[in-house]
Every structure is written in structure tokens, then in C-alpha cells.
């Protein structure tokens, strides 16, 4: 089993920044990818970003392209999601999670383990 324990969420302003940060425990495997998605009221799950092992290869949702960083720590076994340029359409309980697979994947269904969420709330 994946323990996966997201943090950093909190009350923001539109055009500010804030880091998410997840810490993976238990039987982590390094080489595999892991993504970030986000929940909005009423809506969907959906893909944020995702990043391979080695962080060469990263993917983005086009709604946050140019404005998120997805980054990762091995060693310390955490996941990074920088945030810029907040905008309200960004509010959302954001998810961290972790995969079978190597290559990253925009899907949910090719993430097997999940943190419970960390809000982030844009007010404008």
C-alpha cells in the first residue's frame, strides 16, 4: 500500500501563488509517475498534471499550462504542484496521485493510489 498525504491548500487571491506539496509513505516505488488532479464543486474530477520519475517528462492540463509546475523530490518521496497566476476557475480540491505505470497519464483510472485532497479556494 501507497499512503499519499497532500498539504499546502489554503484561502488565495486571483494572481497569487501557493505551493501543494504530497508526501508518499509506505511502499513507494520511485519509478513510476504520479499527477495531480482537482475536483470542483459540482464537477468532474480532473487532470491537472503529471510528471515520470526522472521528471524529464511532465504533462499539463491546458487550463494551467504556462502557470503550474509540477516537480518531484524522490529522495524525500514528494510530489510539488506550483501555482501561479491563481485565477477563481482554480478552485477546486486538489489530488495527488500515484501509478502503476511509468509513463505519465492524463487519465484517473491509470493512478492507483490517492490523498484525500487539500482544498485551494481562488476569491476574487
Known amino acids: 500500500q501507497v499512503q499519499l498525504v497532500e498539504s499546502g491548500g489554503g484561502l488565495m487571491q486571483v494572481g497569487d501563488s501557493l505551493r501543494l506539496s504530497c508526501a508518499a509513505s509506505?511502499?513507494?516505488?520511485?519509478?513510476?509517475?504520479k499527477a495531480w488532479f482537482r475536483q470542483a464543486p459540482g464537477k468532474e474530477r480532473e487532470f491537472v498534471a503529471a510528471?515520470?520519475?526522472?521528471?524529464?517528462?511532465?504533462a499539463y492540463a491546458d487550463s494551467v499550462k504556462g502557470r503550474f509546475i509540477i516537480s518531484r523530490d524522490n529522495p524525500k518521496n514528494t510530489l510539488f504542484l506550483q501555482m501561479n497566476s491563481l485565477k477563481p476557475e482554480d478552485t477546486a480540491i486538489y489530488y495527488c496521485a500515484s501509478s502503476r505505470y511509468i509513463v505519465p497519464r492524463v487519465e484517473a483510472s491509470g493512478y492507483d493510489y490517492w490523498g484525500q485532497g487539500t482544498q485551494v479556494t481562488v476569491s476574487s
Open positions: 510528471i515520470d520519475w526522472s521528471g524529464g517528462t511532465t
Open positions: 509506505g511502499r513507494t516505488f520511485i519509478a513510476n509517475a
